[in-house]
């Protein structure tokens, strides 16, 4: 198992500005990869801007987190958590949810 880093960007939509957190084995590159995903396929707000954050940020202040699985059944897939805030923007109005995201656009709820 290789090193966890832990990424993240203040992301510009047009429904406001987000917090999100990317924690994995990702490369930064592939961080943002997959944090691009799920803002323009996933979620479809598309992003306006993208800006690279230090660590020195809160965790209430974070808005979702994007992270791998403990144990990957499929490598293509991670977990998308999005806070009250996020969800509202997209229309829907839970408190928080996670959702399992797989990178061929299917979806399957965790809850």
Avoid at 56 to 75: C, D, K, Q, V, W
Avoid at 93 to 99: F, L, P, R
């Amino acid at each position: 198992m290789g090193e966890v880093k832990d990424w993240m960007w203040l992301i510009s939509t047009a429904k406001g500005d987000f917090l999100i957190s990317v924690a994995g084995e990702w490369t930064q590159e592939e961080a943002a990869q997959k944090l691009k995903y799920v803002f323009e396929v996933f979620l479809k707000l598309p992003i306006i801007g993208m800006v690279p954050r230090k660590r020195s940020t809160g965790p209430e202040e974070r808005l979702g987190t994007i992270y791998e699985h403990a144990e990957p059944e499929n490598p293509l897939g991670f977990y998308f958590l999005g806070g009250k805030k996020l969800w509202e923007a997209c229309g829907r109005g839970v408190e928080y949810e996670a959702e399992l995201v797989l990178m061929k656009g299917q979806m399957k709820r965790d809850g």
